[in-house]
DNA sequence: TCTAAGATGATATTAATTTTCATTTTCAAT
DNA sequence: ATTGAAAATGAAAATTAATATCATCTTAGA
């Protein structure tokens, strides 16, 4: 049984843990795979809001961490800013250029900066787990 | 003029920015950088009333915040977690393996890995400010 | 169909951070 | 040294994002 898109696997999730799909799941999942990325929580939900108006603000909270826990979507901390979550399927690791002026995110990958990190933990007697790099500047744009 | 300690790099900017220097300014910093790194509000507050049991809160918070202003501490902020201070003085910048387990913080400084990182932003069109690299595993301790 | 368990949505709570405000303190001008 | 305007303090309140509560509704298997 191959398990394609990111709706099967978050129904195949939710039935394994022996929870229960719904509408809401749904609409949730629609509208998270098909907004941009690196949305908050309050923007998913006005998104949602407009395919299902009864939707709460729970509701789009707790789904976002269930997809988080299948492994469909990132949480992204930046500062004291609000919780960000970017959809994760079929992607490679990637890290971040944050724009200090218009806050826009560019993904990136440096496959010899990866190499170098965990060698750098290596060397300390540290076991790698996962890692953030963020680097923060003036994008193109905003220069 | 030279200014040698941390404690006259403070007043010096507390008195350029027209504030005024206090008693309870001069023990926050003291305890500040005697204290262990990485410190959160709370604890330093706990070192502060050590010697000054009258000391508020709010008092430690605000003077947290003029040290990273005036560049003599760094917010370190690690997911949800409360803000975490360091001392800055006299002393590079250091990127942090984080164990998952104990918490431990281990300072490291690969200066190839600085280099690709500029290297990388650049080549985005993108002019990079400031940094952060987190690499989160188990420590030697820990494993 | 029936029902136990889970999900939802409105609201309340939590916890860190920041603000408010009455009072005290600083410090430059006298 | 005295004065007084402006800033600092400390206690308490407000703010804010995240999470929990709970009455009601829905799901899914028997
Ligand atoms: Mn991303
Ligand atoms: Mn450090
Ligand atoms: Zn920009
Ligand atoms: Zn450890």
Redesign the interface.
Known sequence: MTMNTPREIFANYISKQGLRNTQQRDDILAAFFSSEKHITVEELFSVVKTKNPAIGYATVHRNLNLLCECGLADEI?I??QK?RYEPKFGQKHHDH?I??RCGKF?E?I?S??EK??DK??EE?????????????????EC?
């Open positions: 901390k500062g004291k919780a250029l724009c200090l560019t990136v440096n010899k900066i170098l990190q750098l933990a300390n007697g540290f076991m790698p787990v996962r890692h953030k790099l963020e680097i923060y500047g003036i994008c193109r220069r």
